[in-house]
């Protein structure tokens, strides 16, 4: 079972409403939370990372909200645009001896926006 | 800066013959990674380097696969001999450092493997 779940695994929407993407997570330990977006074609950019002591964190229209309890994250888009079009994807990382992280990633959520 | 460089961006090729991905990180970069993506299987991590040194190759699929540092300015990724199953977009990626929580990986364009 992958241990980062992402939904919904595809959704539309019109061009200014607003959306939120879903992360629920059993990785453990964990170290930080990144929501990457990746438009057709063109690797992952990253929007915002978060660590365990962050529950909020925006990077303009993006904020990305995590609950290290419950351990779910959820990337909230607001007013969207049609640049907004791409797949969004969830990487929970987990240390490990070496000092460096455990990568765990989502499938990833294709969002469409229309005119 | 030009980002992250990866060549060739296309590539086709018949099944057996031998594949090799090349990857330039951003400069001053320590940690480099390959990464596989398809649609079944979403993002995987192959293999990553810090200091031009294998941390962590437990993601290489095969003995088919092999990646090499040998400087801090390139990388490849050797598919010898490649099969269907191994058609997908291999990225790059880089990174400052690894290990601080915070850090931020930046992304190659990616190349667009078909083997046929």
């Known amino acids: 079972k992958n241990q980062v779940e992402q939904s919904p695994q595809s959704l539309i929407i019109l061009e200014g409403k607003n959306c939120t993407l879903q992360?629920?997570?059993?990785?453990?330990?964990?170290?930080?939370l990144r929501w990457y977006k990746q438009d057709t074609g063109r690797g992952p950019v990253s929007l915002t990372i978060m660590t365990f002591s962050e529950n909020t964190k925006s990077n303009g229209r993006y904020t990305a909200t995590l609950d290290a309890d419950t351990k779910q994250s959820s990337l909230h888009i607001t007013a969207s645009q049609l640049s907004d079009s791409a797949s969004y994807i969830c990487v929970v990382s987990r240390p490990d001896q070496t000092g460096a992280n455990n990568l765990f990633f989502g499938t990833g959520t294709r969002l469409t926006v229309i005119p | 800066d030009a980002g992250v460089i990866q060549s060739p961006r296309h590539e086709v090729t018949e099944m057996g013959q031998e594949v090799t991905l090349r990857c330039k990180p951003i400069?001053?970069?320590?940690?480099l990674f390959w990464y596989r993506q398809t649609m079944m299987r979403g993002l995987e991590l192959l293999i990553y380097?810090?200091?031009?040194?294998?941390?962590?190759d437990s993601g290489m699929p095969e003995d088919r696969f092999s990646a090499k540092m040998p400087n801090a300015s390139f990388s490849t990724l050797k598919i010898q001999p490649s099969e269907p199953r191994d058609s997908a977009v291999y990225f790059c990626?880089?990174?400052?450092?690894?290990?601080?929580?915070?850090?931020?990986?930046?992304f190659g364009p990616g190349t667009r493997l078909l083997v046929l």
């Open positions: 990626a880089s990174s400052l450092s690894w290990g601080a929580r915070e850090e931020t990986q930046y």
């Open positions: 400069s001053g970069h320590n940690s």
């Open positions: 380097f810090n200091n031009n040194v294998p941390i962590d």
């Open positions: 992360c629920n997570y059993t990785v453990s330990p964990f170290s930080n």
